[in-house]
């Protein structure tokens, strides 16, 4: 089993910066992608930015965070961890940011979502 834990968010003013992290831990050699969604009150949850686990392959971002957010991935034997660094954040930035963890099983695709962070940015 493989269950993400987030942490690092909290209240900046616009234009700070905030750095997240998600640690999965368990069958970690399962996971082929982890990534950063978010979802504000009213509205979808939606892609901010994603990473495949294995070298190789470019991150995905969205538009809206392209050119300020930056994903990481590092992995050790017993977790992996992903970053997101959020730079010159805007109050439109604010949500709560879930990490979510694609795993390959012998059943298919599993997909596993954190309990998220709030993040909030004030003008």
């Known amino acids: 089993q493989v269950q993400p834990v987030e942490s690092g968010g909290g209240l900046v003013q616009a234009g700070g910066s905030l750095r997240l992290s998600c640690v999965a831990s368990?069958?970690?050699?399962?996971?082929?992608?982890m990534g950063w969604y978010r979802q504000s009150p009213g509205k979808q949850r939606e892609l901010v930015a994603a990473?495949?686990?294995?070298?190789?392959?470019?991150?995905?971002?969205a538009d809206s965070v392209k050119g300020r957010f930056t994903i990481t991935i590092s992995r050790d034997n017993a977790k992996n961890t992903v970053y997101l660094q959020m730079n010159s954040l805007k109050a439109e930035d604010t949500a709560v940011y879930y990490c979510?963890?694609?795993?390959?099983?012998?059943?298919?695709?599993?997909?596993?979502w954190g309990q998220g962070t709030q993040v909030t940015v004030s003008l």
């Open positions: 990473i495949a686990s294995g070298s190789g392959g470019s991150p995905m971002y």
């Open positions: 368990g069958s970690i050699f399962s996971i082929k992608a």
């Open positions: 979510k963890v694609d795993r390959m099983t012998t059943a298919g695709l599993q997909v596993i």
